[in-house]
Each structure stands twice: as structure tokens, then as C-alpha cells.
């Protein structure tokens, strides 16, 4: 009996050293974010640049901690499209409720 398992995956899975330099990403995009909530000057769109980091590492564990990068298309695409869907609603319902809106609260 061999010792190594395939799981019907033709790429190898990525290094312990890849794993350490995401986490590392991972923290370093956390402290921005910290940085950007004290920034008085970055209080106007803060909002927003904490919503794309917030993107950036979900899509930064989702493929790597979650193996989705290495998952097929049909799996990824499970996990993506829901996830699209819920986005568009919740854009939709801010919207239809005026969350958009000038002076907005």
C-alpha cells in the first residue's frame, strides 16, 4: 500500500513555506486596516477601503486555507456563486432602503 493518498488532484498541494508567507500576508493587510481606522484623515472613505481589504483576505483564506485553489471548477464555482448572490441581495435591499442615499446615517 502506498503512503501517499491521491485525491484526484494533478497539482500538487502548495508548501508549508507558501502557507507561512500568506499568513504573514494575512497579518500585514490586518495591520493596514488598523492603521486605516485611526487615519482621521481616511474617515470619508474608510468604509470602503476596509471593505476591499476585508475582500482581499477572505479571497486570500478561502483559496488557500480552504483548499479552494486547488479544488475543480464545479466546487469553486458551488462556493463562488452563492457567495456572488448573497452580495448582489444585500446590494439590492441597502439600495431599495436608501443606504445609498446623500447623508445617509
Not at 48 to 59: E, M, Q, T
Not at 75 to 85: E, Q, Y
Amino acid at each position: 500500500m502506498s503512503q501517499t493518498q491521491s485525491h484526484g488532484h494533478s497539482e500538487p498541494h502548495t508548501s508549508n513555506k507558501t502557507y507561512v508567507l500568506v499568513a504573514a500576508v494575512l497579518a500585514m493587510v490586518t495591520a493596514v486596516e488598523v492603521m486605516v481606522f485611526y487615519l482621521e484623515a481616511l474617515r470619508p472613505v474608510i468604509v470602503p477601503i476596509l471593505v476591499v481589504l476585508s475582500a482581499a483576505k477572505f479571497s486570500l483564506v478561502a483559496a488557500f486555507f480552504m483548499h479552494l485553489k486547488y479544488d475543480g471548477r464545479l466546487l469553486r464555482s458551488l462556493f463562488a456563486g452563492p457567495l456572488f448572490v448573497a452580495i448582489a441581495i444585500i446590494l439590492a435591499m441597502m439600495a431599495l432602503y436608501g443606504a445609498f442615499a446623500v447623508g445617509a446615517a
